[in-house]
């Protein structure tokens, strides 16, 4: 899942809808009928690409309008390519339990290696065999190995346990880098 993040892409979808459009729609139209968030329409009137008024009928309801203002001195948005992926809730929770499990000392459950007790618990997979493979595989994973790092660093008290955790790996190196921890250049 991607944070909340207004890309090129989706701008390029505004511009397209308000073109066919004549220029001007409302906000409850382009969220009903063409799928265009809110939080996307306020983001593209920050960089400057949209502007808003209230047409306000004689009867009825005020609606919002977005107007396309086209290019005057306006920022481009990053591509979605180079904008991160937060970390999945079930990652993050498999990178906590395997290091509780190695803080422990190798405790085994099951007659399996933490990590993979680890995956077991978390996943529920139907055989040992597929648990092995896909802990070996989630293992892999850049996010997966930040947020160990993470909890590691935590388990250490080398971070204050209050400290919420970065949603993106990158974010968690910046963060133990700042903090001068030795394990941030490891993943």
């Known amino acids: 899942m991607r944070p909340a993040i207004l890309c090129r892409e989706r701008l390029e979808r505004i511009q397209r809808v308000l073109k066919r ?6 906000v409850r139209d382009l969220a009903r009928s063409h799928s265009i968030y809110g939080w996307e329409i306020e983001q593209a009137a920050q960089l400057g690409w949209l502007t808003f008024s209230i047409r306000r009928p004689r009867v009825g309801r005020p609606a919002r309008m977005v107007e396309f203002r086209g290019l005057t001195n306006a920022d481009f948005p990053p591509p979605r390519w180079s904008i991160e992926k937060a970390i999945r809730p079930r ?16 405790r085994r459950s099951l007659g399996m290696p933490g990590r993979v007790s680890a995956y077991v618990s978390i996943y529920r997979p139907r055989s040992r065999r597929g648990a092995r493979t896909s802990t070996s595989r989630l293992l892999k994973r850049r996010d997966v190995r930040a947020a160990q790092q993470w909890f590691y660093a935590q388990s250490g008290r080398e971070l204050p346990l209050d400290e919420r955790m970065p949603d993106t790996a990158s974010g968690i190196r910046r963060r133990l880098r700042e903090l001068g921890n030795r394990r941030a250049d490891y993943f």
């Open 21 to 26: 459009l004549g220029g001007v729609a409302s």
């Open 91 to 106: 990652h993050c929770l498999f990178a906590l339990h395997s290091v509780a499990k190695s803080v422990r000392r190798g």
